[in-house]
Each structure stands twice: as structure tokens, then as C-alpha cells.
């Protein structure tokens, strides 16, 4: 089973909206770090935020946002005022730990477009 | 200036041949990371050295020897690749293995390796 779920294969967004990408996740450890990268097509994975299991509130950062339900093991991004230099692939990824150890487990990404 | 470096961008190599990728931290990290991506395909972790001491090997074939001589420089020697080795190898850090879960993995911009 995933344990990493991005159902978005590709989104587009009209430059300066809002866009929200999906991740829904599984873990039955009650502790755990979520975080969301951005790779551009030139390859470098760049961490943008990062929300724990125990946070109360949602993780910002800049026009970042992480929106954090953690009944329905979803969190969300969310990128306010798009810009064209935001397009690029989006990974969330889970860190927990299992079996004794400690694992980063990725999603299969979502391509996002930002049109002019 | 990134934080980790990864060398050679790019590497075409045929199956006979042996190359070596590198990568290098300068964030004084004691972890290090080497990850497949492959189209369509969520990361693939291979390897994890904890304070130069290898931690995790996900089942790896015997063509990729991994070598950390210490906490900031990790090697991936190459030897008889196939055709389906051809990915971008990413090769991340993070402060400590066992640390807390909101450390963030940091990423080299990665090797894009094709074998013929």
C-alpha cells in the first residue's frame, strides 16, 4: 500500500492564483514529519516546509502553507500567488519511524505548470 | 552555493565500464543519503550512512558499492551497470539519522547517468 498518496499527476495554475496541491498519507506512528519539496527540471530537490504530527497549528512559509488535517492523514500544499518560476515537479514525503528506524518515504510527485 | 554538491552532473557509460559518482556536504551533517529517481517512479532510497557508518542498504544489486570515508563526502561506485540503471542519482543529507523528525533531507542537484 502507499504510504505516500499524490493523486495530481500534472496541475496548471494562472500565474498570481492560489493552487493547492494533495497528499494524503499512512503511518500508524503517532510520531512523524511531513515535509514537501520542489524539483525543478534542472533536478535539485529543495525542502519548502515541513509540518510535524504534534504541531498544532499549520506550518507556513513565505507563500508556503501547509494545510494539516490530521483526522483525514491529509496535508496539503498551498502556494498563494503563483509565479512562473513555481513551476516544476512537488513531492511530499513522510518521515517516521519503523521497525526500529527511521524512513523518508516520497510520494510520486505532482507536476505543476504556472501559465502567464 | 548549495550545500551539497554532486559530481558529475551527467555520466554516459557503458555497461562494461566503471565510474564513480560523488557527493559532498558542507552543512556538517552526519547523515547521507543515496536515492534512484527513475520517470515516473517515486524516489527510491539505496543506501544511508549515519556518522560514516552504513545504516540502511534497501536491497541494492551488488554493481552499486557505496563508500563514505567520513560525514561530509559519499561515493557511489559503479561497476557492469544495465540499461535499466539509466536515472537521476540523488544524493542527500541530513543532520542526524536518529535525530528528530523535523529534520529535512537537503539535496544535491543529483546525477543524470545513461548507460548504453
Given at each position: 500500500a502507499q504510504k505516500i498518496t499524490q493523486t495530481q499527476p500534472g496541475m496548471f495554475v494562472q500565474e498570481k492564483e492560489a493552487v493547492t496541491l494533495d497528499c494524503t498519507y499512512d503511518t500508524s506512528d503517532p510520531s512523524y514529519g511531513l515535509f514537501w519539496y520542489k524539483q525543478p527540471s534542472s533536478g535539485e530537490m529543495i525542502f519548502l516546509i515541513y509540518q510535524g504530527s504534534y504541531d498544532q497549528q499549520n506550518a507556513t512559509e513565505g507563500r508556503y502553507s501547509l494545510n494539516f488535517q490530521k483526522a483525514r492523514k491529509s496535508a496539503n500544499l498551498v502556494i498563494s500567488a503563483?509565479?512562473?518560476?513555481?513551476?516544476a515537479m512537488y513531492f511530499c514525503a513522510m518521515r517516521e519511524l519503523t521497525s526500529g528506524t527511521y524512513k523518508y518515504i516520497f510520494g510520486t510527485g505532482t507536476r505543476l505548470k504556472v501559465l502567464a | 552555493e548549495t550545500g551539497v554538491t554532486q559530481t558529475p552532473r551527467h555520466l554516459v557509460m557503458g555497461m562494461t565500464n566503471k565510474k564513480s559518482l560523488k557527493c559532498e556536504q558542507h552543512?556538517?551533517?552526519?547523515a547521507m543519503y543515496w536515492y534512484k529517481q527513475s520517470a515516473k517512479k517515486p524516489l527510491e532510497l539505496m543506501f544511508v550512512y549515519n556518522f560514516k557508518e552504513?545504516?540502511?542498504?534497501?536491497?541494492?544489486?551488488?554493481?552499486f558499492s557505496p563508500e563514505c570515508p567520513n560525514s561530509s563526502h559519499l561515493f557511489l561506485h559503479l561497476h557492469t551497470?544495465?540499461?535499466?540503471?539509466?536515472a537521476l542519482y540523488l544524493c542527500a543529507s541530513s543532520q542526524?539519522?536518529?535525530?528528530?523528525?523535523n529534520q529535512p533531507q537537503h539535496f544535491g542537484d543529483g546525477t543524470r547517468l545513461s548507460i548504453l
Open positions: 503563483s509565479q512562473l518560476g513555481d513551476s | 552543512l556538517g551533517h552526519n552504513q545504516t540502511e542498504n534497501n536491497s541494492v544489486p551488488s554493481r551497470l544495465q540499461p535499466e540503471d539509466s542526524d539519522y536518529w535525530g528528530q523528525t
